[in-house]
């Protein structure tokens, strides 16, 4: 656990259990001045009729007392600012064990799967052979990306009517990939006789990693080399 939120959630706890110590004390004030009131009333009311109190007398006191110490303004605060400092250790307490952790490792991971440039997919091509669908391509980390590891290129495979017909995976032939760097890639799918159409996506551990189809423009670099 780390240290600041634990120190923070100890000093939460300790002001909590203070502001509910005020609180009681409050309250106990509040029915002993409620219980003197009570007495004088009493005495006050025995010394002019000698009849004892009715029920109806000691029902309204006990009314009254409770309305006091419900209506007092300050027993209000002290239980609501005790609840919210305990509330508020829980709180930092929960977010600093494993499972806070854990939190915080994902939204990182999220944040660099946003951050990090796209991909860049500079071919690819697909060969049939009897239901076996092959795929390949050539993927390259763009200049401005940051160094990647363990990409897996996944091919998702459709029919005529549109309808998901199989999948393959395979990781790219270099693990790691720095900026400026390019790796082929190759994705068997066995058992699809009825595909019209492919789509590819490219994976690691964190999720799915962007990319940006270049093929185009490579073709039409290439028509212009060849230009005379």
Do not use: C
């Not at 720095?178 to 068997?188: G, K």
Request: charge should be positive.
């Amino acid at each position: 656990m780390d240290p600041v939120l634990l120190t923070v959630a100890i000093v939460a706890l300790v002001a909590a259990a203070g502001f509910a110590a005020w609180a009681w004390r409050l309250l106990r004030l509040e029915r002993e001045r409620s219980a003197a009131r009570v007495a004088a009333l009493s005495t006050a009311i025995d010394a002019t009729t000698p009849a004892a109190p009715t029920a109806g007398i000691s029902e309204l006191f006990a009314a009254k007392r409770s309305d006091a110490a419900a209506g007092n303004p300050m027993l209000k605060a002290g239980v609501a600012v005790a609840m919210t400092i305990l509330l508020a250790a829980i709180v930092a307490w929960a977010n600093s064990g494993p499972s806070g952790a854990a939190s915080g490792q994902a939204a990182a991971a999220v944040t660099r799967t946003r951050t990090v440039a796209p991909l860049e997919l500079l071919s690819m091509r697909h060969t049939r052979e009897g239901t076996t669908l092959t795929v390949s391509g050539l993927v390259r980390n763009p200049p401005a990306g940051a160094t990647v590891s363990h990409i897996t290129a996944v091919v998702l495979a459709f029919n005529g009517a549109g309808a998901f017909v199989a999948s393959g995976r395979a990781a790219l032939d270099f693990t790691t990939l720095d900026p400026s760097d390019e790796s082929p890639f190759v994705v068997t799918i066995a058992g699809a006789p009825d595909v019209a159409r492919y789509r590819v996506s490219f994976r690691t551990e964190d999720g799915v990693v962007r990319h940006i189809d270049r093929r185009a423009e490579q073709t039409r670099l290439a028509a212009a080399l060849h230009e005379p």
